[in-house]
């Protein structure tokens, strides 16, 4: 345990400074300009923790606008940006696995980890193309992919102006190895993996093709070789029938070139670091408590299909291209065993469409490896190893290949090179003379693309470096101090942490030059080198980190760790200092895991751990003052948008279509393409190709300034380039979880309200062949239990087992005939609860205990249907009941149906069932669940009250109910007549406070005051009634009010419980109609149940 378990109280006064700075290009620093601050007082165990908590409900308060009407996070809140996606309300699958990550601190922290299945639920729903469940196939096709031929091979080039390229087949694809494996183990080849761009509000106008009840689309821009930048793709659908480009051709004639039309088709590409990322977190889910094995076997299955992201992009062998004639691979050695760019699937759609293909990608990238995503699925401590035959050991070997690939990379300053690839030119070209190579595979200096180079960005280093700062700490912590994936991992990031924080500054500003390049007291430039000494100047309440790097040289050949030469001709030089809020958040983690895994490794913070430590902190208190009251923001200049109005996007001649906006590209604006880049067509910009974008509340000010103030023969913006504030939902994560995971692991203080848990109760034995089964009551609060043993009655006890998540455990190889005494503790952040009451058990052979088995079940009125799976020797079988944390009482004995009816069910009461399966032997408990009856909707009236969870946690300082209110009957209703009551447990007798934040018949009119539940019940003792002004108006016969966002808080901010409050339920995050709100009309209930 790295935190104190004395639990601290402390009343935080946080300063939501507003910091306005300016950012240029990629990385030149900004200047300060001006701050401003307001305080708020919030109770809680640590500033930390209440930073993460406020920045928490910043990111879900609906009124920031983080998230879409569908409850999809956008890139960002502001829309006039173009990076990676090319408008602000674009999503990606980073920006989910990024809120998997939001969730699961929250989850540490609440003990709630419905918002993480919340988050999982909307990310398979529309950004992982599977039928959902609710019958849209959106990989219609893909039964008809043949693992022989996966695709047709076309080369990349090197300029967007030489496509399309042609579909010749030039050589043959090699044979997948996966598809057999994956299909015997799910049944089908439907790829569980993330989409990497969607188009949140169908700005583009596409559609969704496949799943039209779904605003979001599957979107797709680069797809034209290394030198398409985001200022040169054409967005385009992923499910292509043709109706938008070119006629009888849609997009594809634009990227690939065949003998006849291109048939309709869909296709999807992923990015292997989102969904390592997705998989990275659950797995930290499970360290911090998480136990649902449904989400759990989800994370599972994904790693399972991610491994396509190892392979050659037309399973070319590894290597065998070196001389310019690449080998067809069979089996897997077109396996590289590092994470590619991308995998991409798809197939056709209509008729004749009954055709499939997948190729994975021949280029891989530093910042998109994962070691703790492969330590998850092949290690029985990471508790991801996914079912397929083969999985864990790939992910067990690219462990170790993505440990030494770091290595191989690190140059002699401490910075992390490109990477490497298996098809010079994506198009199996001769490797260059002299080119360094890892496993056959040559470096890259920027893999993938280069316009800008792709390793020139801070953000690359911090982000999958943090991941090595998590391995160490992960090897460390579990002991593991001496294999060779510890001293690589080791070795890495701590010469990577010595590099960094020679150019990290809080409160001072390092001084450089015109050109961004660091200086020294001297005024020299630092060109590489250790133990950089970099020029200061006093600067209070700022911070600095490095923007980017420059390279010279390459890695020595890798022939393996032992004889690893530290690279001291691969150089890099460290250039512009930002304030780029969100690679921050990402650099404190690595400083964070990298001071704790010190710790682990010592028992105590190294010297080095230590700076690493006070530097995070620093660094964590500086950034604070930068957040706006929606998110931790600085302003930046960006030089690179005089390219919206360049004409640089390629369309080639004799090819015209339709955009999803409406418009006709290439139209009459474009200009003659380059002849030197290969291609005879014209280039249109950026507006061209999107003219709604014209229409954006920030296009005037860019479009003024840029006719004022750029100069395009200097290039220069000489009266001052364009500056936005821009809330990247990523970059908030990436804070909000820095403070989270820095007080986890180096704070000194417990969870919120976290006590040490009881001794579980309920602990039961039974003997088997050379075993032991054991199984126990959950104990509230517990994070994980510990099973100990003891050879005589009454102990001494030794642990047989820790960090058990689940209520059940089998002591294995023991001996029959002898007796073991066990007890159980409980375990959380705490601490260790005492032990239980003692169990015991016999083995004996041929005794084989009940097997395992599954409940199911539906909540009626005021009763509960439980079904359940057989248990393979079952005699007999017996259902439980508890509520809460109470201990389960017996329902029914002696069962031999397959089925129960629980009719002494009070309706409101959240219960939990299991069924135990017993025999002879012993016995088994099924899975734990948890049923809510209710009693059919009251229907005497003409209103109907639909609720949302406005994304408050269980436990917060503000509770936000959301409602809209339909009228169901035939006449209008005057809605000053009408009141609407939501039950509360108010937790204490301080005052509260309502705020109508929003509603769409005007926040003015809706009034709500707080009324005393007389006498109080164990769900409800306070019920807030919403009211509406004369001004409110009348609602006519099937009409709504629309939404009516509620928030109320105490008067002295302590947070509330609302764990078991009548009319909350953290599960409706949609509205639909809910009996727990009542409704009255002139004083009579016309809706819901009173509690």
């Given at each position: 345990m790295l935190k104190s378990a004395a639990k601290k109280s402390l009343t935080a006064m946080l300063a939501g400074t507003v910091m306005l700075t300016g950012y240029t290009g990629l990385w030149e620093g900004p200047q300060t300009a001006h701050a401003s601050e307001q305080a708020i007082e919030i109770q809680s165990d640590s500033i930390n923790e209440v930073r993460f908590l406020q920045l928490y409900d910043q990111l879900k308060d609906p009124a920031n606008g983080y998230f879409s009407p569908e409850g999809i996070p956008y890139h960002s809140i502001e829309t006039l940006l173009s990076e990676a996606p090319d408008y602000g309300h674009m999503s990606t699958s980073e920006a989910y696995s990024y809120w998997l990550w939001l969730e699961t601190m929250y989850g540490h922290y609440t003990g709630d980890w419905s918002q993480l299945e919340a988050a999982w639920d909307s990310m398979e729903k529309y950004i992982i193309p599977v039928n959902e469940g609710d019958g849209k196939e959106e990989q219609p096709t893909m039964s008809f992919y043949n693992p022989n031929s996966p695709a047709t091979y076309a080369a990349e080039k090197p300029f967007p102006d030489q496509y399309p390229s042609a579909l010749n087949g030039q050589y043959a694809a090699g044979k997948d190895p996966l598809d057999a494996e994956l299909k015997a183990t799910y049944g089908n080849n439907q790829t569980y993996l993330m989409h990497w761009l969607i188009d949140v509000d169908d700005w583009y106008g596409y559609g969704n093709l496949l799943n039209p009840s779904h605003t979001t689309t599957y979107v797709n821009t680069f797809q034209r070789g290394e030198q398409e930048s985001v200022w040169e793709a054409i967005p385009h659908p992923s499910q292509d029938n043709k109706t938008f480009g070119k006629a009888n051709e849609g997009f594809m004639s634009l990227f690939t070139k065949e003998n006849q039309a291109p048939s309709a088709q869909w296709r999807y590409t992923n990015a292997t670091d989102a969904d390592a990322r997705a998989v990275q977190v659950l797995y930290w889910a499970k360290e911090m408590g998480y136990t649902n094995t449904e989400y759990l076997d989800k994370a599972k299955k994904m790693g399972d299909y991610l491994r396509y992201g190892m392979y050659d992009k037309y399973f070319q062998k590894i290597g065998s291209a070196k001389n310019g004639t690449p080998t067809a691979g069979t089996g897997k050695d077109s396996n590289m065993y590092l994470m590619a760019w991308y995998t991409s699937w798809g197939g056709g759609l209509g008729q004749g469409g009954d055709w499939a293909w997948r190729i994975g990608a021949s280029h891989t990238h530093q910042a998109y490896q994962n070691p703790v995503a492969a330590y998850a699925l092949s290690n029985p401590a990471g508790g991801l190893i996914p079912e397929s035959a083969t999985a864990k050991a790939d992910w067990n070997a690219t462990l170790k290949r993505q440990l030494e690939f770091y290595t191989w990379l690190q140059s002699h300053e401490g910075a992390i090179g490109g990477g490497a690839t298996n098809s010079i030119g994506g198009s199996y070209q001769t490797y260059p003379a002299g080119v360094s190579t890892f496993y056959d595979m040559a470096y890259q200096e920027a893999p993938v693309y280069r316009d800008p180079d792709s390793n020139t960005w801070f953000g690359f280093q911090a982000w999958p470096l943090e991941r090595v700062a998590e391995m160490y700490y992960i090897l460390a912590e579990s002991g593991d101090l001496t294999s060779e994936n510890f001293k690589m991992a080791k070795k890495v990031i701590t010469k990577w942490i010595d590099w960094s924080k020679d150019y990290v500054f809080v409160g001072e500003r390092p001084v450089t030059d015109a050109q961004g390049y660091y200086l020294n007291a001297a005024g020299q430039r630092i060109l590489g080198g250790t133990n950089a000494q970099v020029a200061t100047t006093p600067a209070p309440g700022e911070f600095w980190i490095p923007g980017g790097q420059e390279w010279q040289g390459q890695p020595d050949k890798w022939n393996g760790f032992s004889t690893f030469t530290e690279n001291p001709n691969f150089r890099a030089v460290t250039k512009d200092p930002v304030q780029d809020t969100g690679v921050l958040g990402s650099y404190v983690k690595a400083l964070t895991f990298f001071a704790a895994g010190t710790q682990a490794e010592n028992g105590t913070l190294s010297a080095k751990g230590q700076e690493a430590k006070d530097l995070a902190e620093n660094l964590l208190d500086t950034a604070w003052d930068y957040n706006d009251g929606v998110g931790i923001v600085t302003e930046e200049a960006r030089k690179?948008?005089?390219?919206?109005?360049?004409?640089?996007?390629?369309?080639?001649?004799?090819?015209?279509?339709?955009?999803?906006?409406?418009?006709?590209?290439?139209?009459?604006?474009?200009?003659?393409?380059?002849?030197?880049?290969?291609?005879?067509?014209?280039?249109?910009?950026?507006?061209?190709?999107?003219?709604?974008?014209?229409?954006?509340?920030?296009?005037?000010?860019?479009?003024?300034?840029?006719?004022?103030?750029?100069?395009?023969?200097?290039?220069?913006?000489?009266?001052?380039?364009?500056?936005?504030?821009?809330?990247?939902?990523?970059?908030?994560?990436?804070?909000?979880?820095?403070?989270?995971?820095?007080?986890?692991?180096?704070?000194?203080?417990?969870?919120?309200?976290?006590?040490?848990?009881?001794?579980?109760?309920?602990?039961?034995?039974?003997?088997?062949?050379?075993?032991?089964?054991?199984?126990?009551?959950?104990?509230?609060?517990?994070?994980?239990?510990?099973?100990?043993?003891?050879?005589?009655?009454?102990?001494?006890?030794?642990?047989?087992?820790?960090?058990?998540?689940?209520?059940?455990?089998?002591?294995?190889?023991?001996?029959?005939?002898?007796?073991?005494?066990?007890?159980?503790?409980?375990?959380?952040?705490?601490?260790?609860?005492?032990?239980?009451?003692?169990?015991?058990?016999?083995?004996?052979?041929?005794?084989?205990?009940?097997?395992?088995?599954?409940?199911?079940?539906?909540?009626?009125?005021?009763?509960?249907?439980?079904?359940?799976?057989?248990?393979?020797?079952?005699?007999?079988?017996?259902?439980?009941?508890?509520?809460?944390?109470?201990?389960?009482?017996?329902?029914?004995?002696?069962?031999?149906?397959?089925?129960?009816?629980?009719?002494?069910?009070?309706?409101?009461?959240?219960?939990?069932?299991?069924?135990?399966?017993?025999?002879?032997?012993?016995?088994?408990?099924?899975?734990?669940?948890?049923?809510?009856?209710?009693?059919?909707?009251?229907?005497?009236?003409?209103?109907?009250?639909?609720?949302?969870?406005?994304?408050?946690?269980?436990?917060?300082?503000?509770?936000?109910?959301?409602?809209?209110?339909?009228?169901?009957?035939?006449?209008?209703?005057?809605?000053?007549?009408?009141?609407?009551?939501?039950?509360?447990?108010?937790?204490?007798?301080?005052?509260?406070?309502?705020?109508?934040?929003?509603?769409?018949?005007?926040?003015?009119n809706v009034e709500g005051h707080f009324v005393s539940v007389d006498p109080a019940k164990g769900t409800a003792d306070t019920y807030l009634e919403i009211g509406f002004k004369s001004g409110a108006g009348s609602l006519a016969a099937g009409a709504e009010t629309g939404v009516i966002q509620g928030r109320f808080a105490k008067n002295n901010w302590t947070n509330f419980d609302q764990t078991n409050d009548y009319s909350f339920d953290s599960t409706k995050t949609s509205f639909s109609a809910w009996t727990k709100v009542t409704a009255y009309q002139d004083g009579a209930k016309v809706w819901g149940m009173e509690p």
């Open positions: 690179d948008y005089f390219r919206f109005f360049s004409k640089e996007i390629y369309i080639p001649a004799n090819w015209s279509g339709t955009f999803g906006q409406g418009n006709t590209i290439p139209g009459t604006a474009g200009v003659p393409s380059d002849p030197a880049k290969g291609g005879n067509g014209v280039y249109i910009g950026y507006s061209d190709l999107r003219p709604a974008i014209k229409q954006d509340p920030s296009w005037a000010y860019l479009d003024n300034l840029y006719k004022t103030s750029y100069n395009p023969t200097t290039k220069q913006w000489e009266k001052g380039a364009p500056t936005f504030t821009y809330h990247r939902f990523w970059s908030q994560v990436d804070m909000a979880t820095a403070y989270g995971e820095y007080d986890r692991l180096l704070g000194d203080s417990g969870s919120p309200g976290v006590e040490v848990p009881a001794a579980p109760a309920g602990v039961t034995a039974a003997g088997g062949n050379e075993q032991v089964v054991l199984n126990w009551n959950a104990a509230a609060g517990a994070t994980s239990y510990t099973v100990k043993r003891a050879a005589v009655n009454g102990g001494p006890y030794i642990s047989v087992a820790t960090g058990v998540t689940g209520s059940t455990f089998t002591d294995t190889g023991l001996t029959n005939g002898t007796t073991y005494y066990y007890v159980i503790t409980a375990v959380n952040a705490v601490g260790e609860s005492a032990p239980s009451t003692q169990a015991s058990a016999t083995p004996q052979a041929g005794i084989v205990v009940p097997g395992v088995f599954n409940l199911t079940g539906t909540a009626g009125n005021a009763q509960a249907v439980l079904t359940w799976t057989a248990s393979t020797g079952a005699a007999s079988y017996k259902v439980q009941r508890s509520v809460g944390s109470g201990a389960y009482a017996d329902l029914a004995t002696g069962l031999t149906a397959l089925t129960y009816i629980d009719a002494t069910a009070v309706n409101g009461t959240a219960y939990n069932y299991r069924v135990v399966a017993i025999n002879t032997s012993g016995q088994t408990n099924s899975n734990v669940l948890v049923l809510t009856p209710l009693a059919p909707p009251v229907t005497t009236g003409t209103l109907e009250v639909q609720y949302r969870n406005g994304s408050s946690g269980t436990s917060g300082n503000a509770i936000t109910p959301q409602f809209n209110v339909k009228n169901t009957g035939t006449t209008a209703v005057d809605l000053s007549k009408v009141k609407v009551r939501y039950y509360f447990t108010k937790d204490s007798a301080a005052d509260l406070s309502f705020w109508c934040d929003y509603a769409q018949i005007g926040s003015g």
